[in-house]
């Protein structure tokens, strides 16, 4: 047994041998466990659960042992955000940004574009006011270039370890919760810069992109027939290698710049030669930039997911890179130096992380960008291999070569920075100009003040702790009670006390009180016996209550408990007693009438009883665990109290009489009932002389009239009208009955009421009335043409014969007579035949209802839309053919009001996996009409359930050197669109 279970019958065991009256003094301590053996502090290593004398394990080691300062804060030391001496500044992750920080690094650490920004104008001039600025209002930068002046003056001499970009990112209107692709960000936003930068007076300033980044080659096509040499000439900022097939960055330079031919369907129109010939084509590296960027095709579009997949293929490069083999110039230096590599880690291109090794220039030190991280290499070395350990591994992945010194190898590199060689190491000083260092000393002084502000928090939060160590070194000594004066407080607030983290609130014993306003017996577990001394103190240093002293130990629930016991103990003797009783006969005259199902169960219904008895003031005035119940579970405890019949309650009529079914009730003696009544002592009686309920006997009477009368109706009703009943021989408009003219009609709801009346005549009520002004307008016109009554409305009424109306005339109250009448007409074309409706058709209500139905049509909540793919003309069905469940024109917030959990609108990729057919060749159709809008809704595209959308795939394209421009024109990926760096 469980040591809390033993100790609560212990604290019991007197309740088998003392009477409730006899409750004493020591016998209530006893419920309250007060008087058993206390804990012995120094032996016991956690809390006794429901011991109220057990101080041990509520949260007072923490206190008691060596007291680390430290502990008594949650304040990081603010110089652990201070910048490390001989450090750079790292930046902070927006959300996923981290491909715009990688190359903000790469572009600070050039000096020459760094030194360039700072000579362009600036607005902060307008807000400087003698030697500083103003303090009123915050510079923000009005510009691109403002936004990077700023920010790099921050990299430059911030004093944070780490600084925001949100100002910069927020400019460019980018989505910092979106990964983009990272080479389409530094391509656009060079061609952003460049512009913008293309407008200022300074050449040192308008040609900075040109100079540090910008090179130039030929596309030059010569014709084999003539000789003749075409030149193309083209910028460039950098060049894409494709990686595909390769080992080394060499292999790929090799294949930019390799010799195409041009032949058959593809030959060059010559100029000289005014014909079609073959030809070669091939670039020429005519000039080189300071700084080349080489960008590594890893991210390529897979043609069978229809979406851009990672290349982890490894690629070999060097440290020194020798570009003199591949130009058409030889004059010159063009041997470059590595300054950076930008990793991108992770398996997917839409996901994973990127980060940046990049060169100091005037150090010659590596160190890696990791937003806010910034790690220097040991030795002036690049180390990339960390890097290629956190890529996922892969069956297929290839082993990692070898590479010798001054070479490395990677898989997650997508682009390569080199700089030009020189003798020396660069020189250059970028100075950070007077109005941008304000800036920069000003946002300082910020995070100097940012500081001491939580140094002083970390001091204060320490000398609280400290304090508060004292009093609890000073108190919990003499928490203990004994024999002195004791009170009882919460152990859920000893516990908060105790809790460092926790700021203590007055003291709260009201979960614990019973009806009586009292200590609870059974809320002892969750109680602590103090000292008064002890007491005293936490109630004059955090107030609250009620105290609960000695005197708050609650007799009458003791008293209340050991009555229940002592009956519970009685109830098996009884139940022996009861048992034997009801084998005897009783005479007719002196028994009690008893329900036999509350005789088979009045055991456990009396358990019960007195196990709600037991707990009943705890949910007396809505204090049981301290908890109020609100109205929707106090109506669900009523309602289930209603279902629950109580003893003797099953053998009660509804008026409350003794009910007139005696198969249900049993007769037992009078001594059998005075056992039973004991424990019911509310339960109804019945002696057995009483007489059944007289209502019941009435209207047992008139229900057996009622179902007799019933069953005669029906049965007159069906033999008058027996082929309405059976629906045999029954007329119909579209194959119009020779034998008469006139055909008359009802609604087939009073058609289906009716049957189901005749079929079980005593469970329905008849049918008293035909309703046909559910069929006719407010004008009273008919709402149906004759057409419509012969196809889409037919099954909404039902067509009588004239002997039939007559019969349905005198059986039913008929509201409105309407009837189709066949006319045959006059003229010289015998065989025309007229129909015609009485009351005649509304064209107006008419035309209405048919523009509600096609609305009814096309707002939908869930609808079942099939697809059949269409090959050479031929609809083609496959088993895995998909049902789309879609939602159709509600408007989106209405769509996820009523969308189940975890269920999304379908999409391409549905159908994409049932047929195989990419979302950029899918042409759907529906009648003819192609579904190409986008913003459209299902319903506006005449998309009704149950309808059918044809699929016709585009057929695949072997050339895949056009690949790029399927990719283009049939899946256009939203990117950048929509912010600042197209706004150009």
Not at 189 to 194: G, N, Q, T, V
Not at 426 to 449: G, I, W
Not at 569 to 594: H, M, P, S
Not at 775 to 796: Q, V
Request: glycine share 6%; net charge negative.
């Amino acid at each position: 047994m469980a040591p809390r279970l033993q100790l609560e019958k212990a604290a019991w065991r007197w309740a088998e041998t003392v009477r409730p009256e006899e409750v004493s003094q020591e016998h209530i301590e006893a419920a309250y466990r007060i008087w058993l053996e206390p804990c012995i502090r120094g032996v016991c290593r956690r809390n006794c659960k429901g011991n109220p004398n057990c101080l041990v394990g509520i949260g007072e080691h923490v206190w008691l042992g060596e007291i680390d300062e430290n502990s008594f804060h949650n304040i990081d030391d603010p110089n652990s955000e201070r910048r490390k001496k001989n450090s750079f500044v790292g930046l902070t992750n927006l959300g996923a940004t981290c491909y715009v920080n990688t190359f903000l690094q790469v572009w600070f650490l050039n000096l020459e574009l760094r030194q360039a920004l700072y000579l362009c104008p600036s607005t902060c001039g307008d807000h400087m006011m003698g030697d500083g600025i103003q303090e009123e209002k915050d510079y923000e930068p009005q510009t691109i270039c403002e936004h990077l002046q700023y920010l790099f003056a921050l990299l430059q001499n911030s004093n944070r370890r780490y600084i925001d970009p949100s100002g910069f990112v927020k400019a460019l209107g980018l989505d910092t919760g979106q990964q983009q692709d990272a080479q389409e960000f530094s391509k656009l936003f060079m061609s952003l810069l460049e512009d913008t930068l293309s407008k200022q007076k300074n050449p040192d300033v308008r040609n900075i992109v040109q100079q540090q980044f910008c090179g130039e080659y030929a596309y030059v096509t010569v014709c084999n027939q003539c000789g003749r040499e075409s030149k193309l000439l083209s910028k460039f900022y950098e060049l894409e290698l494709n990686i595909q097939g390769h080992k080394q960055l060499t292999d790929c330079i090799t294949e930019f710049l390799k010799e195409e031919k041009l032949e058959g369907d593809n030959r060059y129109f010559c100029e000289n030669c005014q014909s079609k010939q073959n030809a070669t084509r091939k670039i020429r590296l005519l000039s080189l930039p300071c700084t080349l960027n080489l960008q590594l095709m890893r991210f390529v579009f897979d043609r069978q997911t229809g979406h851009k997949k990672k290349l982890n293929t490894y690629i070999g490069f060097s440290e020194l890179l020798d570009m003199e083999p591949y130009m058409e110039h030889k004059e010159g230096i063009y041997v470059y130096e590595l300054s950076a590599v930008l990793i991108h880690r992770g398996v997917s291109a839409y996901s994973g992380h990127y980060i940046a090794h990049v060169k100091d220039p005037q150090t010659g030190e590596w160190y890696k960008f990791n937003d806010e991280d910034i790690e220097k290499m040991e030795g002036k070395k690049l180390q990339l291999g960390i890097e290629e350990d956190l890529a996922e591994p892969s069956k297929s992945q290839t082993r990692k070569p070898k590479c010798g010194k001054g070479t490395h190898c990677s898989r997650n590199a997508y682009m390569l920075v080199y700089r030009l060689q020189t003798q020396e190491k660069s020189s250059l000083t970028v100075q950070v100009p007077a109005f941008l260092q304000e800036l920069v000393d000003r946002d300082n002084s910020k995070f100097e003040e940012w500081c001491v502000e939580m140094a002083e928090m970390r001091k204060q939060s320490v000398d609280k702790g400290k304090a508060k160590h004292e009093e609890v070194k000073e108190l919990y000594q003499r928490l203990p009670a004994g024999a002195e004066p004791y009170e009882f407080v919460s152990l859920e607030w000893l516990q908060k006390w105790l809790d460092e983290s926790t700021p203590t609130k007055p003291i709260d014993n009201h979960a614990c009180l019973c009806a009586h306003d009292k200590l609870h017996p059974d809320k002892i577990s969750i109680m602590k016996r103090i000292s008064e001394y002890a007491a005293d103190i936490f109630y004059s240093r955090y107030g609250g209550g009620p105290r609960l002293n000695v005197k708050a130990l609650c007799k009458d629930c003791v008293v209340e408990r050991c009555r229940v016991l002592r009956l519970k103990n009685q109830l098996n003797e009884d139940y022996k007693i009861v048992t034997n009783l009801l084998k005897a006969n009783v005479k007719g005259t002196e028994g009690f009438w008893v329900g036999k199902s509350s005789l088979r169960s009045w055991r456990q219904l009396a358990m019960e009883q007195l196990d709600e008895q037991d707990i009943d003031t705890d949910q007396s005035n809505g204090k049981m665990n301290g908890d109020t119940l609100n109205k929707d579970d106090a109506k669900d405890d009523k309602k289930d109290e209603e279902e629950e019949l109580s003893f003797n309650e099953d053998i009660l009529c509804p008026h409350g009489n003794l009910c007139i079914t005696e198969n249900e009730r049993r007769l037992v003696s009078k001594e059998a009932w005075g056992k039973l009544q004991q424990y019911f002592p509310k339960a109804p009686e019945f002696a057995s002389y009483k007489e059944c309920c007289s209502q019941c006997k009435i209207l047992e009477r008139e229900g057996e009239e009622n179902e007799a009368l019933h069953k005669m109706i029906a049965n007159e009703q069906k033999t008058s009208l027996p082929n309405l009943f059976q629906d045999k021989n029954r007329p119909c408009l579209s194959n119009w009955p020779q034998e008469t003219d006139v055909l008359y009609i009802v609604s087939q709801f009073f058609v289906e009421e009716w049957r189901k009346f005749v079929r079980r005549p005593t469970r329905c009520s008849p049918v008293s009335s035909v309703g046909n002004s559910a069929l006719l307008c407010p004008h009273g016109g008919l709402m149906f043409t004759f057409a419509s009554m012969t196809k889409e409305d037919s099954k909404l009424i039902a067509l009588i014969w004239p002997n039939e109306w007559e019969m349905i005339q005198k059986l039913f109250v008929v509201d409105h007579v309407i009837k189709i009448i066949k006319t045959e007409t006059d003229d010289a074309n015998p065989s025309q035949i007229l129909y015609t409706s009485e009351p005649s058709l509304c064209p107006e209500c008419r035309e209405g209802l048919l523009c509600q139905q096609q609305r009814d049509l096309r707002e939908y909540t869930q609808a079942t839309i099939y697809v059949h793919k269409v090959v050479d003309n031929k609809k083609v069905m496959k088993d895995a053919a998909p049902e789309l469940n879609v939602s159709s024109s509600e408007t989106e917030e209405d769509r996820e009001e009523t969308r189940p959990e975890g269920e999304k609108d379908p999409d391409f990729n549905q159908i994409m996996h049932a047929f195989s057919v990419a979302p950029f060749d899918q042409n759907l159709s529906i009648d003819g009409k192609v579904l190409n809008d986008d913003t459209a809704t299902l319903g506006t595209l005449g998309v009704i359930p149950e309808s059918v959308i044809l699929l016709k795939a585009d057929e695949p394209i072997a050339d895949y050197a056009a690949m790029d421009d399927v990719m283009q024109v049939c899946m256009p990926e939203e990117g950048f669109k929509g912010t600042g760096l197209l706004g150009h």
